[in-house]
Nanobody
Framework: QVQLVESGGGSVQAGGSVRLSCARS????????MGWFRQAPGKEREGVAV???????LYAESVKGRFTISQDAAKNTLFLQMNSLEPSDTAMYYCAARGQCWDPRNFEIGRFNYWGQGTQVTVSS
């Protein structure tokens, strides 16, 4: 069983930075991916960034060049460094994990079967 706990959300002004962390416990017994997804009020949950255990990553077009996903395998922790934040980045951010994943080319949100509770990021103009 995999458990995920996010931290690091908060309120920031436009142009500012926030770093999210996701602590993971438990193991997936195959090539796996971890990712960040977000959901704004009244909108569907969308992929932000995903990374496999080899470091291959995928980003949403809207965050490329501003957000960076990384992981500390030894500490089982996933990070999302968010720079140059915009009001449109305001959302609940979720950490997720799935097995049988390598070199992600699509977010395939439905294949992520482990989710954290989410952490709110609010960007004011």
């Amino acid at each position: 069983q995999v458990q995920l706990v996010e931290s690091g959300g908060g309120s920031v002004q436009a142009g500012g930075s926030v770093r999210l962390s996701c602590a993971r416990s438990g193991f997936l017994y195959s090539d796996d991916c971890m990712g960040w997804f977000r959901q704004a009020p009244g909108k569907e949950r969308e992929g932000v960034a995903v990374i496999d255990r080899y470091g291959n990553s995928l980003y949403a077009e809207s965050v490329k060049g501003r957000f960076t996903i990384s992981q500390d395998a030894a500490k089982n922790t996933l990070f999302l460094q968010m720079n140059s934040l915009e009001p449109s980045d305001t959302a609940m951010y979720y950490c997720a994990a799935r097995g049988q994943c390598w070199d992600p080319r699509n977010f395939e949100i439905g294949r992520f079967n482990y989710w954290g509770q989410g952490t709110q990021v609010t960007v004011s103009s």
